[in-house]
């Protein structure tokens, strides 16, 4: 059973950037369509960036242009750049396959915006 890791969240204030990386097997990652979603307690797990094997993109309407989804397939990892952070992106965020058959959640990486 695949099980992503992510990392790189943190505490950080308005305006401000993160970048978060999601790691998993080159099997897992080869030819499959990476997603990132990020969940508040008590709301649904909400899709943010989508990216397929061959690097086409997707985002959500309340992060375009200011996040971008990437993927490094010889180090097996998907990223994350966050740009013009806000207070209202706070949640933990998680990686998965995009599509039929995900993977097991990982445990997410905390993504904290101060206003």
């Known amino acids: 059973q695949v099980q992503p890791v992510e990392s790189g969240g943190g505490l950080v204030q308005a305006g401000g950037s993160l970048r978060l990386s999601c790691a998993a097997s080159r099997i897992a990652f080869r030819f499959n369509a990476v997603g990132w979603y990020r969940q508040v307690p008590g709301n649904q797990r909400e899709l943010v960036a989508t990216i397929t094997s061959g690097g086409n993109t997707n985002y959500g309407d309340s992060v375009k242009g200011r996040f971008t989804i990437s993927r490094d397939n010889a180090k097996n990892t998907v990223y994350l750049q966050m740009n013009a952070l806000r207070p209202e992106d706070t949640a933990v965020y998680y990686c998965?396959?995009?599509?039929?058959?995900?993977?097991?959640w990982g445990q997410g990486t905390q993504v904290t915006v101060s206003s």
């Open positions: 998965n396959r995009f599509g039929s058959n995900p993977w097991a």
